[in-house]
């Protein structure tokens, strides 16, 4: 099936807090990957920052993607966001140019 949109999560640890990131957000990506619609979740971190990571969504259609919003898995990621292990967030969306 081809990718219609994906999502995208920019998250910066506080230096030295990145290791506990992982565990929690593997979780969650793996809960997330089942929802109706979803092609695949990733994450991935930097080679150059160890306390940079990239979590990447990958939809079927942006109705889908948006449904995936209200998921209570979501409210876990802002709970971990929230505490005192990361500095920065950042999140956006893009949508398939191709016909």
């Known amino acids: 099936m081809k990718t219609a949109v994906v999502n995208?999560?920019?998250?910066?640890?506080?230096?030295?807090?990145?290791?506990?990131?992982?565990?929690?957000?593997?979780?969650?990506?793996k809960t997330l990957s089942a929802i109706p619609g979803c092609l695949a979740?990733?994450?991935m971190r930097s080679a150059k920052n160890?306390?940079?990571?990239?979590?990447s969504g990958y939809w079927?259609?942006?109705?889908?993607?948006?449904s995936h919003f209200a998921h209570p898995a979501l409210?876990?990621?802002?709970r971990l966001l929230d505490c005192h292990t990361v500095n920065r967030v950042a999140a956006d969306s893009f949508t398939s140019n191709a016909p």
């Open 8 to 29: 995208v999560i920019e998250v910066l640890a506080v230096s030295g807090q990145s290791d506990g990131l992982r565990q929690p957000i593997d979780q969650m990506l």
């Open 41 to 43: 979740y990733h994450v």
């Open 50 to 55: 160890e306390d940079l990571w990239i979590i």
């Open 60 to 66: 079927e259609s942006t109705a889908a993607m948006h």
């Open 75 to 78: 409210n876990d990621l802002g």
